[in-house]
Each structure stands twice: as structure tokens, then as C-alpha cells.
């Protein structure tokens, strides 16, 4: 299976927003539960928020309200569209598919 790849990081002032995008495997891309965790310096990778091949969603406390997790099958691609940014978001961002993970798309949200 090949490596999910993500983009859309970058930096952003406290309150705004970026929306990242992860490219999974065509083959079995719609029949995977794909989900997003991140990791900051010094922290276990955490989960952030998954989605079902039925599209059904489930978010960390810490973003539920903040993040919206949605996917596109015709384009094999899950998006993580994140608002009202904080600095406690700063992380690697990263995407899994089924068992696969990408390598990460950092963002940083300053004060």
C-alpha cells in the first residue's frame, strides 16, 4: 500500500485558519477509515479526528467544534479543514490510512 501523502500545512496567526489535505492508495481508498493525529515537540502523537468509509466522524475533545474532517473518494483525498486556531495546535500533522501513515505536514499557529 502506498504512503498517504498531506499538504496544506503552514503558519497561521491565532484565530485563523488552513485546511489540510492527505492523498491516500486508490485501491482501497474508499473502503478505509481515514484519520488525522498530530504531534508537538516533546508529545506523544495524539488523535485528532477519524472518518469512516460511511463518513461517519469522531473528533478529539481539544478540536470538536474547531475541525471538520470530510473526504472526497472520487479523489482519494480526506481533508481536515481546521478554524479558530490556537497555539496548543501546533504540531505535525499527520494522516493515516488504515494502518498507513504519511510523513506529516507541519503547523504552527503563533499568538
Known amino acids: 500500500q502506498v504512503q498517504p501523502v498531506e499538504s496544506g500545512g503552514g503558519s497561521v496567526q491565532a484565530g485563523g485558519s488552513l485546511r489540510l489535505s492527505c492523498v491516500g492508495s486508490g485501491s482501497s481508498f474508499s473502503s478505509s477509515v481515514m484519520a488525522w493525529y498530530r504531534q508537538a515537540p516533546g508529545n506523544r502523537r495524539e488523535f485528532v479526528a477519524r472518518?469512516?468509509?460511511?463518513?461517519?466522524?469522531d473528533y478529539a475533545n481539544s478540536v470538536r467544534g474547531r475541525f471538520t474532517i470530510s473526504r472526497d473518494n472520487a479523489k482519494n483525498t480526506v481533508y481536515l479543514q481546521m478554524n479558530s486556531l490556537k497555539p496548543e495546535d501546533t504540531a505535525v500533522y499527520y494522516c493515516?490510512?488504515?494502518?498507513?501513515w504519511g510523513q506529516g505536514t507541519q503547523v504552527t499557529v503563533s499568538s
Open positions: 493515516q490510512q488504515g494502518v498507513i
Open positions: 472518518i469512516t468509509s460511511s463518513s461517519l466522524t
